[in-house]
T-cell receptor, first 112, second 114 residues
Framework: QQQVKQSPQSLIVQKGGISIINCAYE??????FPWYQQFPGKGPALLIA?????SEKKEGRFTISFNKSAKQFSLHIMDSQPGDSATYFC???????????FGEGTQLTVNP | SAVISQKPSRDICQRGTSLTIQCQVD?????MFWYRQQPGQSLTLIAT?????????ESGFVIDKFPISRPNLTFSTLTVSNMSPEDSSIYLC???????????FGQGTRLTVV
């Protein structure tokens, strides 16, 4: 059973636009929610992460919004750039550095 | 962060053979994880490897198919045994230093079984 559901599967955004990727989880024991960025031929790289005691975390152009009651969290990429074109994975775990359960991934394309 | 080196970076193997993937970290780490990423798919955890104990496998993965070694705090291997085309995937090593740190990934090993 997939415990973290991610949407959309693919996303095309114009340069300067906002990219929004959504995830929903089932296991209420999850308490750590990272987002990873993966370029072709590379391993996933941590982008930003949040714990459920806050509703939002912002780092530069990247923002995580977290809704604990709905068991949902989302990644917002402001002022999207062609260099942001990659596959994005949400994930969840019980504690950092623990076994990660990944969403299905979103292939983001930012057109110039 | 950690520098994680995986070898080989890619390989093409005949069905029925085995391949051992190495993961070397530049510092001592508590936990090492092995993930599989099938073509166009997400990452699925295969097993957790702690030094000095048997690896813990996730549902759907067995030791006979994916034996793992963890001889010290900086090194681990994953063997994909008796390979079939369905084993064609990217295999990724991940490390962290315990419950208070982030998980970092190697660049992966792209395996093609023909």
């Amino acid at each position: 059973q997939q415990q973290v559901k991610q949407s959309p599967q693919s996303l095309i955004v114009q340069k300067g636009g906002i990219s929004i990727i959504n995830c929903a989880y089932e296991n209420t024991a999850f308490d750590y929610f990272p987002w990873y960025q993966q370029f072709p031929g590379k391993g996933p790289a941590l982008l930003i992460a949040i714990r459920p005691d806050v509703s939002e975390k912002k780092e530069g152009r990247f923002t995580i919004s977290f809704n604990k009651s709905a068991k949902q969290f989302s990644l917002h990429i402001m002022d999207s750039q062609p260099g942001d074109s990659a596959t994005y994975f949400c994930a969840a775990s019980r504690g950092r550095g623990s076994r990660l359960t990944f969403g299905e991934g979103t292939q983001l394309t930012v057109n110039p | 962060s950690a520098v994680i080196s995986q070898k080989p970076s890619r390989d093409i193997c005949q069905r029925g053979t085995s391949l051992t993937i190495q993961c070397q970290v530049d510092s001592q780490v508590t936990m090492m994880f092995w993930y599989r990423q099938q073509p166009g798919q997400s990452l699925t955890l295969i097993a957790t490897a702690n030094q000095g104990s048997e690896a813990t496998y996730e549902s759907g993965f067995v030791i006979d198919k994916f034996p793992i070694s963890r001889p010290n705090l900086t090194f681990s291997t994953l063997t994909v045994s008796n390979m079939s085309p369905e084993d064609s995937s990217i295999y990724l090593c991940s490390v962290d230093w315990g419950m208070s740190t982030e998980a970092f990934f190697g660049q992966g090993t792209r395996l093609t079984v023909v």
